[in-house]
């Protein structure tokens, strides 16, 4: 499989990718380049490999435990206050 350039045009369209017309040729280079890359993979046998890996759906619990803050780390605070650190006010 290969692209066009017209593929090229579109493709920079949807992803809102203002591209020059003199770039096409390099990036129809490129999205070719990757297309083969995965028509090399498609090629691999992967018929011995479990195609899902499921894990277990139970949900590990701990206890929410409230603990000092480490000096150390709250040396390193630009504004600190009752051992808080001051952060800027976020506004909507």
Do not use: W
């Not at 590990?60 to 952060?87: C, G, H, L, T, W």
Request: with cysteine; hydrophobic share 45%; glycine share 2%.
């Amino acid at each position: 499989m290969s692209v066009s350039e017209m593929d090229v045009i579109r493709v920079a369209r949807l992803a809102r990718i203002r591209i020059d017309m003199l770039q096409i040729p390099e990036l129809l280079d490129e999205l070719n380049e990757i297309l083969h890359f995965v028509e090399q993979l498609n090629e691999v046998d992967c018929s011995e490999i479990d195609g899902t890996i499921q894990y277990s759906s139970v949900l590990y619990e701990r206890q929410d435990v409230v603990f000092a803050s480490d000096p150390a780390v709250m040396s390193n605070a630009p504004e600190k206050e009752n051992n808080m650190f001051i952060v800027p006010k976020v506004t909507g």
